[in-house]
């Protein structure tokens, strides 16, 4: 029976982890954006069947061990829940959709879900496959195009046109834009050092290839959180600091600095002047981080009324930003086209997202979650792996309040975060 739960549990995988990473590329948007949001929202689902079977077939010693070991995530649970009342939060579609994503990243992937599973390095190498093809043909395609390759099959071409960004961003002509092109090829890349042999020659042409492709993707965000995990790589190799320890003050960090832009964006808010009305130093910021600093200064402002308890979802956020561009913008017309500016644009800071929309009591209990999902990794290419996601996340929505568009993220970060890897066969417990 455990093998045959192990067999589903990675046919559910497999398939969760293609239909999340198709939904990057171009060919989703051959659906109706609800259907392949539904699609997204809901396939991870189908995890509740081994996790069911898990939990049926666990014994009773082994179920209060898990619940004692787990405390803080029920007290998360609880408290989130009351939020809505304690905050008079609105429940509707975006709420549920949001909680029902935070069990699915929080509880489906854990113990019950995995434990039969006897080498969960294999789905992190079907990712990097997945990538790496995507990654090739992507730059066939970029060369291919105007070279005239594809002369003979128009469709495609028209395609490439209309349906994706190709004449804004050639470059990432099969991916959605290049942020995301850059983001999963950078977790590609952190799963590859932690499972791959150092001392084949293919590893180190993969590397190569993928790192170009981040550079030429522009992609900031996954630049900046590899160039991390390369420090991170240094430190741990020369210093006694371990890759745990440097996670931990890694983490501290992101928050620190989150947390700091967010107050200097608050005092930098004035009630005599719209909120795009930037100092100097506040254009410099906005202009560092591509215009993301005037998304935090608009979210700040929304989530400063309901801080404590949270929003409870993206969407009701985004709908208090259009209440804040209204009493800005008295002209209707004029407040329309800036919220349509920003309407489909999500939080670009996991940190906020999640802060905005739990609330600070669970936003502090997912921060103690990190810690203690790290604290019990015992090799240090997992925690350093880690890392990756910690930056991105100051640039980009993928944290357990993920953007649509990054649904894979969290949950590869929840699955290295799984104790259960530090058990693999073959990799070691020191870089």
């Not at 730059?139 to 469709?155: A, C, E, Q, R, T």
């Not at 050092?193 to 996954?222: D, E, G, M, P």
Request: include cysteine; aromatic fraction near 16%; proline fraction near 3%.
């Amino acid at each position: 029976m455990k093998k045959i739960n192990s067999i589903i549990t990675w046919m559910f995988f497999l398939i969760i982890v293609s239909v999340y990473f198709l939904h990057y590329t171009i060919f989703s948007r051959m659906l109706q954006w609800d259907l392949r949001l539904n699609i997204v929202s809901f396939i991870g689902y189908l995890l509740l069947i081994p996790f069911i079977w898990g939990l049926i077939h666990s014994e009773k010693n082994e179920l209060i061990h898990l619940l004692k070991k787990n405390w803080i995530l029920i007290l998360y649970s609880i408290i989130r829940i009351a939020s809505f009342y304690l905050g008079g939060i609105t429940v509707n579609v975006s709420t549920n959709k949001t909680i029902l994503l935070e069990f699915l990243y929080l509880v489906l992937i854990g113990h019950f879900c995995l434990k039969n599973i006897t080498n969960i390095t294999f789905l992190f190498r079907f990712y990097i496959v997945l990538n790496l093809l995507l990654n090739l043909a992507t730059v066939f395609v970029y060369i291919g195009i105007p070279s005239g390759y594809f002369s003979k099959i128009p469709l495609f071409t028209q395609l490439v046109s209309t349906v994706g960004n190709y004449g804004v961003y050639p470059f990432s002509a099969l991916y959605v834009n290049p942020n995301i092109a850059g983001v999963a090829t950078g977790i590609a890349i952190i799963l590859a050092c932690a499972v791959s042999k150092k001392r084949n020659i293919l590893f180190w042409i993969y590397l190569t290839f993928s790192l170009w492709f981040v550079h030429f993707q522009q992609c900031r965000s996954a630049q900046v959180a590899l160039l991390a995990c390369g420090i991170g790589y240094l430190i741990v190799r020369f210093t006694k600091m371990n890759g745990k320890q440097f996670a931990f003050l890694l983490l501290v960090s992101c928050i620190v600095a989150t947390l700091g832009i967010g107050s200097f964006a608050i005092k930098n808010s004035s009630r005599k002047k719209p909120l795009e009305d930037m100092t100097k130093t506040e254009q410099k910021i906005n202009n560092y981080s591509t215009g993301r600093y005037l998304i935090w200064k608009y979210d700040v402002n929304v989530a400063k009324k309901n801080l404590l308890w949270g929003s409870g979802s993206l969407d009701n956020s985004k709908n208090a930003r259009k209440e804040i561009m209204n009493k800005e913008y008295p002209n209707p017309q004029l407040g329309m086209i800036r919220f349509n500016k920003y309407s489909t644009l999500d939080f670009h800071n996991g940190y906020f997202g999640t802060l905005f929309v739990v609330g600070i009591p669970c936003f502090i209990l997912f921060i103690m979650i990190l810690f203690l999902k790290i604290k019990r990794l015992s090799n240090d290419k997992w925690a350093l792996g880690a890392c990756f996601f910690l930056v991105v996340n100051l640039f980009e929505c993928q944290f357990l309040i993920a953007s649509s568009n990054y649904p894979v993220t969290a949950i590869m970060l929840m699955l290295i975060l799984n104790p259960k890897i530090k058990k693999e066969e073959g990799i070691e417990r020191k870089i």
